[in-house]
Antibody, heavy 126, light 107 residues
Framework: QVTLKESGPALVKPTQTLTLTCTLSGFSLSNTGTRVTWIRQTPGKALEWLARIDWNDEKYYAASLKTRLTISKATSTNQVVLTMTNMDPVDTATYFC??????????????????WGQGTRVTVSS | DIQMTQSPSSLSASVGDRISITCRASQNIDNFLNWYQHKAGTAPKLLIYAASSLHSGVPSRFSGSGFGKDFTLTISSLQPEDFATYYCQESYTNPASFGQGTKLEIK
């Protein structure tokens, strides 16, 4: 069974760095084609895509947050780590990780998030 | 970035109703469009990908249509478990943008 589980602090102070971990089960980051993404939902707001990492260590970031985000993978523990620096109260949100699956219909490749974690709630407050 | 605009932002309906939610992209995205269902405190669920392909395990009362800029998610006969927030997401670009969501509430 494919699952993802987010973990990290529930509370961080402004200006601190947030580190979140996504633990994968039932699939491996070392397998060709595996991609994992982080998404957040701020209170009362929509979903916001943050970052993505692929099996070959290619990384992608949301332009508006690129200077603050770092995504990495630990193949030995099958985890994906997201760090966000200089946290602000507006970063209070539920953070989700999800697997990206690709439906291949050459020349078209359809990407979608087929399995999501339950999310981890992060509050930024002094 | 591509902007995705959903309408309506909220919708009240009754069990058994047929409802539709629309999503408009700021540019042509072909059929690179996904739909998700989200209930507070749970993991979002994929419903539709490639605009009209039903994800495995999703009930057939859900359907998607559209191409280019305009897309629609239809639920043919609302069930109690369908009351949730629905998001469209384009997968034409990276990063992939989400719509602002449509909250479906019980009338």
């Amino acid at each position: 069974q494919v699952t993802l589980k987010e973990s990290g602090p529930a509370l961080v102070k402004p200006t601190q760095t947030l580190t979140l971990t996504c633990t994968l089960s039932g699939f491996s980051l070392s397998n060709t084609g595996t991609r994992v993404t982080w998404i957040r939902q701020t209170p009362g707001k929509a979903l916001e895509w943050l970052a993505r990492i692929d099996w070959n260590d290619e990384k992608y970031y949301a332009a508006s947050l690129k200077t603050r985000l770092t995504i990495s993978k630990a193949t030995s523990t099958n985890q994906v780590v997201l760090t966000m620096t200089n946290m602000d109260p507006v970063d209070t949100a539920t953070y989700f990780c999800a697997r990206i699956w690709v439906d291949e219909r050459p020349p078209r490749y359809y990407f979608y998030m087929d399995v999501w974690g339950q999310g981890t709630r992060v509050t930024v407050s002094s | 970035d591509i902007q995705m605009t959903q309408s309506p932002s909220s919708l009240s309906a009754s069990v058994g109703d047929r409802i539709s939610i629309t999503c408009r992209a700021s540019q042509n995205i072909d059929n690179f469009l996904n739909w998700y269902q989200h209930k507070a405190g749970t993991a979002p669920k994929l419903l539709i990908y490639a605009a009209s392909s039903l994800h495995s395990g999703v009930p057939s009362r859900f359907s998607g249509s559209g191409f280019g800029k305009d897309f629609t998610l239809t639920i043919s006969s609302l069930q109690p478990e369908d009351f949730a927030t629905y998001y469209c997401q384009e997968s034409y670009t990276n990063p992939a943008s989400f719509g602002q969501g449509t909250k479906l509430e019980i009338k």
